[in-house]
Nanobody
Framework: QVQLVESGGGLVQAGGSLRLSCATS????????MGWYRQAPGKQRELVAR???????NYADSVKGRFTISRDNAKNTVYLQMNSLKPEDTAVYYC??????????WGQGTQVTVSS
């Protein structure tokens, strides 16, 4: 059974930091591209950051220089370090795993709220 479980969300003041974690099971973690997406109320889900099996990363322009995605293949976990948070970062953050043969799975999401 595939499971992606996010944690680490919460309420933080603007300028603060949070670290999100996504623990996975039931997948061959090391071969998957892992991504963090977010969805704010009334908006579409958008890509925040992505890391490939080889460790290559890409980020949304709005988070470049503030957020860092990383992965620990030994722990089957992907992280999102979020610094210098802004109120516009407020959203539900989702973890995604996918590979190049059509597999894709999502976590249940974790709420991040940044107060001004």
């Amino acid at each position: 059974q595939v499971q992606l479980v996010e944690s680490g969300g919460g309420l933080v003041q603007a300028g603060g930091s949070l670290r999100l974690s996504c623990a996975t099971s039931g997948i061959i973690f090391s071969i998957n591209t892992m991504g963090w997406y977010r969805q704010a109320p009334g908006k579409q889900r958008e890509l925040v950051a992505r890391i490939t099996s080889g460790g290559s990363t890409n980020y949304a322009d709005s988070v470049k220089g503030r957020f860092t995605i990383s992965r620990d293949n030994a722990k089957n976990t992907v992280y999102l370090q979020m610094n210098s948070l802004k109120p516009e970062d407020t959203a539900v953050y989702y973890c995604n795993a996918r590979n190049n043969i059509g597999f894709s799975a999502w976590g249940q999401g974790t709420q991040v709220t940044v107060s001004s």
